[in-house]
């Protein structure tokens, strides 16, 4: 299951590429792909819970770069 999301905050492309290693760290992502220039998330999903996962996703987040928000299109 693929994912969009629209990322804020992000200071710079290090800290985009930083979190998204973190973020294919859960067993959950099968992958996930941050554009800091678009400021642009994708994320493949290995399961259909689609709610928890994000859950995950948000926390990793918050504890690597915590102004950072992300919003579903």
Do not use: H, W, Y
């Amino acid at each position: 299951m693929k994912c969009k999301f629209k990322i804020k905050g992000l200071d710079c492309a290090n800290c985009a590429a930083e979190l998204e290693r973190a973020i294919q760290k859960l067993d959950e992502v099968e992958n996930a792909n941050i554009s800091f220039m678009s400021e642009r998330m994708e994320l493949e999903l290995v399961e259909n819970d689609k709610g928890e996962i994000i859950k995950k996703v948000k926390k990793v987040i918050k504890r690597e770069e915590p102004d950072v928000t992300i919003e579903e299109i």
